[in-house]
T-cell receptor, first 112, second 115 residues
Framework: DQQVKQNSPSLSVQEGRISILNCDYTNSMFDYFLWYKKYPAEGPTFLISISSIKDKNEDGRFTVFLNKSAKHLSLHIVPSQPGDSAVYFCAAVQGGSEKLVFGKGTKLTVNP | EAGVVQSPRYKIIEKKQPVAFWCNPISGHNTLYWYLQNLGQGPELLIRYENEEAVDDSQLPKDRFSAERLKGVDSTLKIQPAELGDSAVYLC?????????????FGPGTRLTVL
């Protein structure tokens, strides 16, 4: 059973607009969340993270929002750029487990 | 600074043959991970090392998979014998410490095709 769910396999947006990638989780013991970005033929690279004690974390064009009551987080990219086109993975950590649980990923395409 | 190095990048073998993947983590990273990524899925942890000790191998299919990190630096993952369902990308990652919140640095992966 998928504990971390990314229900949108793909997303297409226009350059300059906002990209919103969503992630839901089922395990209420998760207390840290990360987003990784992956280009073809490369390994995932860390993008941004958020602790469960926060509801927002911002880093430049990237902002992650966490809604604990809904068990939902989202990654906002503003403005979107063609170089942002990649697969984005949501991952979660259960405190003390030291193990990342990944979603299936969402392929973002930013059109010029 | 060099990132996580993996070799080979691609491997094609026939079923029932053995195969081995090699990983060299970032210098100074004591924690090393092997992940399996099937097509259309996220990475799934196979085994985690802290130095030379395998501290989490609960997801490693031990009947055919084995791994080692003898000197606590580079690591080898082996499959013997390979099955058709083993076709996937095998990712290696490393981090400075065992805490999962620490950023894990991934290598480019080895794409295995079993015919």
């Amino acid at each position: 059973d998928q504990q971390v769910k990314q229900n949108s396999p793909s997303l297409s947006v226009q350059e300059g607009r906002i990209s919103i990638l969503n992630c839901d989780y089922t395990n209420s013991m998760f207390d840290y969340f990360l987003w990784y970005k992956k280009y073809p033929a490369e390994g995932p690279t860390f993008l941004i993270s958020i602790s469960s004690i926060k509801d927002k974390n911002e880093d430049g064009r990237f902002t992650v929002f966490l809604n604990k009551s809904a068990k939902h987080l989202s990654l906002h990219i503003v403005p979107s750029q063609p170089g942002d086109s990649a697969v984005y993975f949501c991952a979660a950590v259960q405190g003390g487990s030291e193990k990342l649980v990944f979603g299936k990923g969402t392929k973002l395409t930013v059109n010029p | 600074e060099a990132g996580v190095v993996q070799s080979p990048r691609y491997k094609i073998i026939e079923k029932k043959q053995p195969v081995a993947f090699w990983c060299n983590p970032i210098s100074g990273h004591n924690t090393l991970y092997w992940y399996l990524q099937n097509l259309g899925q996220g990475p799934e942890l196979l085994i985690r090392y802290e130095n030379e000790e395998a501290v989490d191998d609960s997801q490693l299919p031990k009947d055919r998979f084995s791994a080692e990190r003898l000197k606590g630096v580079d690591s080898t993952l082996k499959i013997q014998p390979a099955e058709l369902g083993d076709s996937a990308v095998y990712l290696c990652a490393s981090s400075f410490d065992r805490v999962a919140e620490n950023e894990q640095f991934f290598g480019p992966g080895t794409r295995l095709t079993v015919l």
